[in-house]
T-cell receptor, first 109, second 113 residues
Framework: SQQGEEDPQALSIQEGENATMNCSYK?????LQWYRQNSGRGLVHLIL?????REKHSGRLRVTLDTSKKSSSLLITASRAADTASYFC?????????FGKGTTLSVSS | DAGITQSPRHKVTETGTPVTLRCHQT?????MYWYRQDPGHGLRLIHY???????DKGEVSDGYSVSRSKTEDFLLTLESATSSQTSVYFC????????????FGEGSRLTVL
């Protein structure tokens, strides 16, 4: 069964707005990662947050992690049309990553 | 930079035929993975390899086998394809051993009629 579940399944916003996606998981983790997938392409790694970290930034991305609630959020600030994609959280399970079902983000100009 | 080539990128086949998908990496990363992606299910792990001739099953391994005779190649075989195996298949390599960060190929779209 899948470890992570993203919420919402789909999100539509206007350019310039912020986009927030959430991920909940079931078991303890060493780290949590976020990936992006453009339509018809492979997944691309965005950012990783370790279990002992609470917040991490990378450019317009901000990730938070709450291990007590087993949840993470990905915030994309000042969204652009080029941010339109699906976003997945992934948690480590032994020697493989387990992915959620993803959030589809649509940014309109 | 890590590089992955998946072949074929697109394939249409008939139920009951064997199919082999190939994943080739240009470096010597130890861990390689096969995932399938389906609407409503996200990515699900089929099999993975942690070295030459060392493989293990993932969440949805039934109906699939894998082989890794060389570090750079990881093959996924459907011995007798079924319509439920129509999917997009992604190969990935672990490029950061400490964190488990994966680098993905561009995918192989398989249609089983």
């Amino acid at each position: 069964s899948q470890q992570g579940e993203e919420d919402p399944q789909a999100l539509s916003i206007q350019e310039g707005e912020n986009a927030t996606m959430n991920c909940s998981y079931k078991t303890s983790i060493n780290n949590l990662q976020w990936y992006r997938q453009n339509s018809g392409r492979g997944l691309v790694h965005l950012i990783l947050i370790r279990s002992n970290e609470r917040e991490k930034h990378s450019g317009r991305l901000r990730v938070t992690l709450d291990t007590s609630k087993k949840s993470s959020s990905l915030l994309i600030t000042a969204s652009r049309a080029a941010d339109t994609a699906s976003y997945f959280c992934a948690t480590d399970a032994r020697t493989a990553l387990i992915f959620g079902k993803g959030t589809t983000l649509s940014v309109s100009s | 930079d890590a590089g992955i080539t998946q072949s074929p990128r697109h394939k249409v086949t008939e139920t009951g035929t064997p199919v082999t998908l190939r994943c080739h990496q240009t470096e010597n990363h130890r861990y390689m993975y096969w995932y399938r992606q389906d609407p409503g299910h996200g990515l699900r792990l089929i099999h993975y390899s942690y070295g030459v001739k060392d493989t293990d099953k993932g969440e949805v391994s039934d109906g699939y086998s894998v082989s890794r005779s060389k570090t750079e190649d990881f093959l996924l075989t459907l011995e007798s394809a079924t319509s439920s195996q129509t999917s997009v298949y992604f190969c990935a390599i672990m490029i950061q051993g400490e964190t488990g960060e994966l680098f993905f190929g561009e995918g192989s779209r398989l249609t089983v009629l």
